[in-house]
């Protein structure tokens, strides 16, 4: 029904950024809400930010002040700007969508980003 794709990640230093994007596709309705999860070995996943269809945007304390989720909603597109990185924000991040309360059903397969020191 939804399909997502995720790019962009990488490895950068400490204090670098990085642009993540996922282009969704599908269900217009799938695509309600969308945002970035992040999760790293032994630790649960978490949210990182979410944004609806009228840029109503939450993100997780952690990366206020530093990450901006942001949406092209002619293309599906949500994008992850993430800068001032730390080491830890290293973690597989996945996009994911849903029709309303976050997390969705949808799942992207995820990008690695990876924060040296």
């Known amino acids: 029904q939804v399909q997502l794709v995720e790019s962009g990640?990488?490895?950068?230093?400490a204090g670098g950024s990085l642009r993540l994007?996922?282009?969704?596709?599908?269900?217009?309705?799938?695509?309600?809400?969308?945002?970035?999860?992040?999760?790293?070995p032994g630790k649960?996943?978490?949210?990182?930010a979410t944004i609806?269809?009228?840029?109503r945007t939450n993100y997780a304390d952690?990366?206020?002040g530093r990450f901006t989720i942001a949406r092209d909603h002619a293309?599906?597109?949500v994008y992850l700007q993430m800068n001032t990185l730390k080491p830890e924000d290293t973690a597989v991040y996945l996009?994911?969508?849903?029709q309303a309360l976050?997390?969705?059903?949808?799942?992207?397969?995820g990008t690695q980003v990876t924060v040296s020191s």
């Open 75 to 77: 293309n599906n597109i």
């Open 21 to 40: 994007s996922c282009a969704g596709s599908g269900s217009r309705f799938g695509l309600n809400v969308m945002g970035w999860y992040r999760q790293a």
């Open 102 to 109: 976050p997390p969705g059903p949808y799942w992207g397969q």
């Open 44 to 48: 649960q996943r978490e949210l990182v």
């Open 52 to 55: 609806d269809r009228d840029d």
């Open 62 to 64: 952690s990366v206020k």
């Open 9 to 13: 990640g990488g490895l950068v230093q």
């Open 95 to 98: 996009c994911n969508s849903g």
